[in-house]
């Protein structure tokens, strides 16, 4: 990554910095996403690692401010209301938070921090809310004791209109207009609310999902907390975290794959949906996948140009899909775009590479990384990227480009190896 991105890139953190109770966050776009998110301060502590640590420390520290007394990590916090802001004002039944959740990147977060600066301390700080997160996930989102955790809303995938979830959202039509997606998921939200929050009101309906991605990140959450609360000699921590990866995996492998590929499963009849997105690459993330199965994905699936093998990267949707739609226009009003439909996403990309990389397809883990670059270099620092002609769509100034730090370090040890 040449200088001048670097500094483009540093550049917007500062333009996106926030500030709430002597803490600074980073917003995910200035205009478009104003608040703080779960999984985009994972994102951004990651970036800001390696070239502001204390701001890093200061973005999870400030996230966890707006933790729940049971553990549960909201997927945004209100820190301070912007009245002229596009982003929908949504009826959440929560103060100053959203009431749902989003995947648990924050031990990736810590082990990055960890690894840059050997910061103990913060670790010990850090733990305790790591811990309670995960065993918020297993007493709440696991009722059938499978091992696996359950999503009440497409949005706590953090891929909100993803067409994984049309089936469980009644949305026949492939190419349905974003508008009609997210009616959908309000819905979801208005009735999570008239449950009153209680989990055994929703597993046994049809929206209820185990999703791959999700227990994906999971596993490998867990695996870290173990390196991380051993680092720090919290022993209890580390042999619950332990057993629940593991725990996770297996599970993950009994319930989720389905003829060579992890797919999610949906209703109380755990039927599995097909739909192909890069989802079906996040086993590699954790290390899920057998060598067998990680050969039949890369080549069947991710070199294949008829699937994801396109001209700027991996988009989120395979190309064979009725509901690949990867041109991102919003056509005048911003809230309408395919997002999860088709275009290509930096922290998609990121997943994908680490799984690559897991199993040894270091070409296949560059070629996403220069494909990112030069989607950051040709068209600026955009929410999500068409893949066919690289053009950017979505939000500007999107703070997710700076994970490209830790795609350049990955990068680098394939190179020293």
Known sequence: MDGHLKSKIIAQYDENKRQHAGLRYTVPSPDTYPYQWFWDSCFHAIAL??????????????????????????????????????????????RHTSSITQPPLLAAAVWRIYEADGDKDFVKQILPHIHAFHRYLFSARDPKKMNLVGLINPDESGEDNSPRYDQILHLKDPRHQFVDNFRARLELVDDWKRSRYVVKKQIELNHWVYDVPYNAILAESLRLTTLLAEAVNEHRIANYSRTKSVNVRNAMRSKLLHHNLFQPVAGPKLRHIHTRTWALFAPLYAGVASKDE????VENYLRNKREFSLPFGIPTVSISEQSFDPSGDWKGDWWVGTNWRGPVWMATN?????GLLRYGYTKDAQRI?????????QSGLREYYDPLTGKGHGAKGFSWAGLLFDMEALSIYIDNN
């Not at 502001?52 to 209301?81: S, T, V």
């Not at 990384?369 to 270099?377: E, I, Q």
């Open 294 to 297: 990680a050969k039949y994905l």
């Open 369 to 377: 990384y220069k494909t990112s670059l030069r989607l950051a270099n």
């Open 49 to 94: 690692s390696y070239f502001d640590i204390e701001r890093a420390k200061e973005e999870l520290c400030l996230l966890l401010r707006g933790q729940f007394k049971n553990g549960m990590i909201p997927h945004i916090i209100y820190w301070h209301r912007v009245k002229s802001s596009p982003f929908p004002d949504i009826q959440w039944g929560k």
């Open 350 to 354: 990121w997943l994908i590479m680490q």
